[in-house]
């Protein structure tokens, strides 16, 4: 059974930070591309980062570059997404996703989300004072 199950995300305040883990089981996810997205209430989708097969490149929203950092440890079946200086802004649920293939189109645009094979439930970050 595939799997994909978020957590780490919790009640921070503004210019806090979080860790994200995702954890992928029932598919090889070594040779998947792995993407977080996130939805705020009323909003939506949108793609956060993501991480190819091999870490060989990883890829950023505008709005999150210089502050998340995505890894995969495929040893642990593993992606995590170190949120640091967090805003209100970032407050919203955050979903991984696994794709076989690649993660972006053209130069550096993330694939939406509904271009991915696999996703998970979400986890909730609230970012508030």
Known sequence: QVQLVESGGGLVQPGGSLT???AASGFISDYYSIGWFRQAPGKEHEGVSCVTSSA???YYSASVKGRFTISRDDA???VYLQMISLKPEDTAVYYCAARLGSCIVGVGTLRPLED???RGQGTQVTVSS
Request: with cysteine; aromatic share 16%.
């Open 20 to 22: 994200l883990s995702c």
């Open 56 to 58: 060989s490149a990883t």
């Open 76 to 78: 642990k079946k593993t």
């Open 116 to 118: 991915y094979d696999y």
